[in-house]
């Protein structure tokens, strides 16, 4: 069961890549000037974007808890937390040079690296606690903004009354309720015996085998999305002459 539940995992990783895809491409379209300033910053694209990184957030909780929900395997956890922490900062390096005045100091991947850490302290709480502490944790970005938190080494925490400039700014305050979420549904999921109901369905052919193909190599797809995507852009534009 073990198997095919990391198959699922890694086909809904799959989806949320995609879709993360789609939006890089309308990102994109705006920051090479072929859409107008202001395209991505459109409602249906910001909440088109939430969706994405939730998702992500949510399988990192779901995930977290049916590796070490028995106990934590901390050789594995180590060298997980590793790769995603050396690539978050290889996130920031890139983006603080390629675009300074929005480069990404808490994004997705640096969420996901305190989430992998933070989660560790709820995979023993009851599923009902880690909702309430999932449901406090995103009405704190809400009613617990001050502007004493408003120097930029608070930035990461979400509560600061000023609003960074970033092109990917994932906060914990209001995103790590998602994977606590998470790790609640996944309790719950083992609690009611649904484990076994989601280890059915055979991801093996067509569409399916390549999407949990993309799943199973996730980080490695999301660092190399957009430089091959805004490089084929490039080439697009100057054999067009628009460039």
Same mark, same amino acid.
């Given at each position: 069961?073990?198997?095919?539940?990391?198959?699922?995992? $890694?086909?809904?990783?799959?989806?949320?890549?995609?879709?993360?895809?789609?939006?890089?491409?309308?990102? $994109?379209?705006?920051?090479?000037?072929?859409?107008?300033?202001?395209?991505?910053?459109?409602?249906?694209?910001?909440?088109?974007?939430?969706?994405?990184?939730?998702?992500?957030?949510?399988?990192?909780?779901?995930?977290?808890?049916?590796?070490?929900?028995?106990?934590?395997?901390?050789?594995?956890?180590?060298?997980?937390?590793?790769?995603?922490?050396?690539?978050?900062?290889?996130?920031?390096?890139?983006?603080?040079?390629?675009?300074? $005045?929005?480069?990404?100091?808490?994004?997705?991947?640096?969420?996901?690296?305190?989430?992998?850490?933070?989660?560790?302290?709820?995979?023993?709480?009851?599923?009902?606690?880690?909702?309430?502490?999932?449901?406090?944790?995103?009405?704190?970005?809400?009613?617990?903004?001050?502007?004493?938190? $408003?120097?930029?080494?608070?930035?990461?925490?979400?509560?600061?009354?000023?609003?960074?400039?970033?092109?990917?700014?994932?906060?914990?305050?209001?995103?790590?309720?998602?994977?606590?979420?998470?790790?609640?549904?996944?309790?719950?999921?083992?609690?009611?015996?649904?484990?076994?109901?989601?280890?059915?369905?055979?991801?093996?052919?067509?569409?399916?085998?390549?999407?949990?193909?993309?799943?199973?190599?996730?980080?490695?797809?999301?660092?190399?999305?957009?430089?091959?995507?805004?490089?084929?852009?490039?080439?697009?534009?100057?054999?067009?002459?628009?460039?």
């Amino acid at each position: 069961m073990k198997s095919m539940r990391i198959e699922l995992l $890694d086909f809904a990783r799959g989806i949320a890549l995609i879709a993360m895809t789609i939006f890089h491409f309308a990102f $994109d379209l705006e920051l090479l000037g072929v859409q107008e300033p202001g395209f991505i910053s459109q409602d249906h694209w910001k909440y088109f974007a939430r969706a994405i990184a939730t998702s992500f957030l949510f399988l990192t909780g779901f995930s977290l808890y049916l590796a070490h929900g028995n106990g934590v395997r901390w050789h594995g956890w180590k060298i997980r937390m590793a790769k995603i922490v050396a690539a978050a900062i290889l996130i920031t390096i890139a983006t603080y040079f390629a675009t300074p $005045d929005q480069y990404i100091f808490f994004g997705i991947l640096h969420a996901i690296a305190f989430a992998s850490l933070a989660g560790l302290l709820f995979l023993r709480f009851p599923w009902p606690i880690i909702v309430i502490v999932a449901m406090s944790v995103f009405a704190m970005r809400y009613l617990g903004r001050t502007e004493a938190l $408003d120097a930029p080494y608070w930035y990461w925490t979400g509560l600061s009354a000023a609003n960074p400039n970033s092109s990917d700014y994932v906060p914990v305050f209001p995103w790590f309720s998602a994977p606590l979420m998470g790790i609640a549904f996944a309790k719950l999921s083992k609690r009611m015996n649904w484990l076994e109901a989601f280890s059915q369905p055979k991801l093996e052919q067509g569409a399916s085998k390549f999407v949990k193909f993309l799943g199973r190599n996730s980080l490695i797809y999301y660092l190399l999305h957009q430089p091959v995507m805004i490089g084929l852009m490039l080439a697009v534009l100057w054999i067009s002459g628009n460039f």
